[in-house]
């Protein structure tokens, strides 16, 4: 692109000479020679600042939100986040790349794992990566695009309305998938309601000939598909009754320690399946990423192999080897009532003592106490034989969860006391937001090995 593009389709003033550059940085620590440097701002810093030091380390020119003077050509344009998004909407629109966008409460960043492991068998695939899944994340990924790339796999999540929006406007998804809604982070929407909402905001950046892939045991499944309009929508369901779901499974089996394997039944054959992620619910997640995957061309063949090869996200329910041999389920990466439920789970299909290391669940708003609350009531019903917990919120869980609970006042008072207990007959489950810090307890009870 050249600088002159960016003048005609951001306005702003352009000081300097007209260039043509083909990478663009955010962060003067990564930045490459060479690279157009854009200044974002926020409440805690401002990119504008850094401009002399971009141009130090070789940047051609810099997009700011302020006048200052410069060795390099600047363009100075009202909000540096707006251009971001419309100079990757830009990039997005020379893509011949199939497009798919994904949002939802849980597993949409397992599911945009496996879809990458299916759909790289089948062309050059681009996935969002880490957590970069937000209005900057979001048009940061679409940069990535190259005109090698066949499929793009764009990972959405929001903190408040309008943000699902912004990023699929930018993305302009050939497919849609949301994978559930549930009151996770429900803070920043008000209810599950405005949760519902939001998540349909991606419905809204298909175009008419777009698909939509619904989950349809989602209990608000119906109100997405009134928003689908006259697009075309596909359901995919773990419940075998289901007359309607197109994506569907059977003959569920529980591995030892929570593998799993299942029959997946497609429009285009059946094929049983084996995966080695934990827990019943990464079936639901396994026939969302079938269903897409195979919507957007993928077959049965690539389906299967490469949901066989995908290995456990890390801190998402990642089994690793503890200390004094015990069993560690690390899924310290985020926690909701929802997913809370599924490790437990989890935990409960694991063999000797079960250990529930729980930490607070962030952004719960109003419901967290009784979020709390309901997770150790779960916990017990479940028989787990411990709850330990640490946190301000948790102590919710413990009180719930009754007797066999304790709750630490420090992380290092529940970390000693993990592993005074670790044992081979010991299985721990470790959770809670990211917020919680709930890694430093896997830190410490990790003997850095997985299974």
């Given at each position: 692109?050249?600088?002159?593009?960016?003048?005609?389709e951001?306005?702003?003033?352009?000081i300097g000479?007209d260039?043509?550059?083909?990478?663009?940085?955010?962060?003067t620590?990564?930045?490459?020679?060479?690279?157009l440097?854009l200044?974002?701002?926020?409440n805690n810093?401002d990119?504008?600042?850094?401009?002399?030091?971009a141009?130090?380390?070789?940047?051609?020119?810099?997009?700011?939100s302020k006048?200052?003077?410069?060795t390099?050509?600047?363009?100075?344009?009202v909000d540096t986040?707006?251009a971001l998004?419309?100079?990757?909407?830009l990039?997005?629109?020379?893509?011949?790349?199939?497009?798919?966008a994904?949002?939802?409460s849980?597993g949409?960043?397992?599911?945009?794992?496996?879809l990458?492991?299916?759909l790289?068998a089948?062309?050059?695939?681009?996935?969002?990566q880490?957590?970069?899944?937000?209005?900057?994340g979001?048009?940061l990924t679409?940069l990535?695009?190259?005109?090698?790339?066949?499929?793009?796999?764009?990972?959405?999540g929001a903190?408040?309305?309008?943000?699902?929006?912004?990023?699929g406007?930018?993305?302009?998804?050939?497919?849609?998938?949301?994978?559930?809604?549930s009151a996770?982070?429900?803070?920043?929407?008000?209810?599950?309601?405005?949760?519902?909402?939001?998540?349909?905001?991606?419905i809204?950046?298909?175009?008419?000939e777009g698909?939509i892939?619904?989950n349809?045991?989602?209990?608000h499944?119906?109100?997405?598909i009134?928003?689908?309009?006259?697009?075309?929508?596909?359901l995919?369901?773990?419940?075998q009754?289901?007359?309607?779901?197109?994506?569907?499974?059977?003959?569920?089996?529980l591995?030892?320690?929570?593998s799993?394997?299942?029959?997946?039944?497609?429009?285009i054959?059946?094929?049983?399946t084996?995966?080695?992620?934990?827990?019943?619910?990464n079936?639901?997640?396994?026939v969302?990423?079938?269903a897409?995957?195979?919507?957007?061309?993928?077959?049965?063949?690539q389906?299967?192999?490469?949901?066989?090869?995908?290995q456990?996200?890390?801190?998402?329910?990642q089994?690793?080897?503890?200390?004094?041999?015990?069993?560690l389920i690390n899924?310290?990466?985020?926690?909701?009532?929802?997913?809370?439920?599924?490790?437990?789970?989890?935990l409960?299909?694991?063999?000797?003592?079960?250990?529930?290391?729980?930490?607070d669940?962030?952004?719960?708003?109003?419901?967290?106490?009784s979020?709390?609350?309901?997770?150790?009531e779960y916990?017990a019903k479940?028989?787990i034989d411990?709850?330990?917990a640490?946190?301000g919120q948790?102590?919710?869980?413990v009180?719930?969860?009754?007797?066999?609970?304790?709750h630490?006042?420090?992380m290092?008072?529940?970390?000693?006391?993990?592993q005074?207990i670790?044992?081979s007959?010991?299985?721990?489950?470790?959770?809670?937001?990211?917020?919680?810090?709930?890694?430093?307890?896997?830190?410490?009870?990790?003997a850095?090995?997985?299974?």
């Open positions: 692109m050249t600088l002159s593009l960016l003048v005609e951001l306005g702003g003033e352009l000479a260039l043509e550059f083909s990478r663009l940085s955010t962060d620590r990564k930045l490459a020679r060479g690279s440097y200044a974002l701002t926020g810093f990119g504008n600042e850094f401009v002399n030091e141009a130090e380390k070789g940047a051609c020119a810099a997009i700011v006048e200052f003077e410069s390099i050509p600047t363009l100075r344009v986040h707006v998004g419309k100079i990757s909407a990039n997005r629109k020379r893509s011949r790349a199939k497009v798919i994904l949002t939802g849980q949409k960043t397992t599911v945009k794992e496996m990458g492991s299916i790289s089948a062309g050059e695939t681009l996935i969002t880490a957590n970069l899944n937000n209005t900057i979001v048009p679409l990535d695009l190259e005109s090698n790339h066949d499929y793009a796999v764009i990972e959405m903190n408040i309305a309008g943000e699902i929006s912004f990023s406007g930018l993305a302009q998804p050939d497919i849609a998938l949301i994978t559930n809604a996770a982070h429900i803070e920043g929407f008000g209810s599950l309601q405005g949760i519902v909402s939001a998540k349909g905001e991606i809204d950046a298909l175009g008419i698909v892939i619904l349809a045991d989602d209990a499944v119906h109100e997405w009134r928003r689908a309009g006259s697009r075309r929508t596909v995919f369901s773990t419940d009754g289901r007359e309607d779901a197109d994506y569907s499974c059977s003959d569920i089996v591995g030892a320690r929570g799993v394997s299942f029959n997946l039944i497609t429009p054959g059946q094929r049983r084996a995966i080695k992620l934990l827990g019943v619910h079936v639901a997640n396994s969302a990423a079938a897409t995957a195979i919507e957007a061309g993928a077959s049965l063949d389906v299967e192999s490469g949901l066989a090869a995908l456990p996200v890390p801190g998402r329910m089994p690793m080897v503890g200390v004094n041999n015990s069993y899924d310290s990466y985020n926690a909701s009532p929802s997913s809370f439920r599924a490790a437990i789970d989890v409960c299909s694991c063999s000797g003592l079960k250990f529930l290391i729980a930490g669940m962030k952004e719960m708003g109003e419901e967290s106490e979020a709390h609350s309901a997770v150790g916990a479940a028989g411990k709850l330990w640490v946190g948790s102590r919710f869980i009180e719930a969860f009754g007797s066999g609970g304790r630490f006042s420090e290092s008072e529940l970390t000693r006391a993990c005074d670790a044992s007959e010991v299985t721990f489950l470790v959770k809670g937001s990211r917020g919680a810090r709930m890694d430093a307890v896997v830190n410490v009870l990790t850095s090995e997985e299974f």
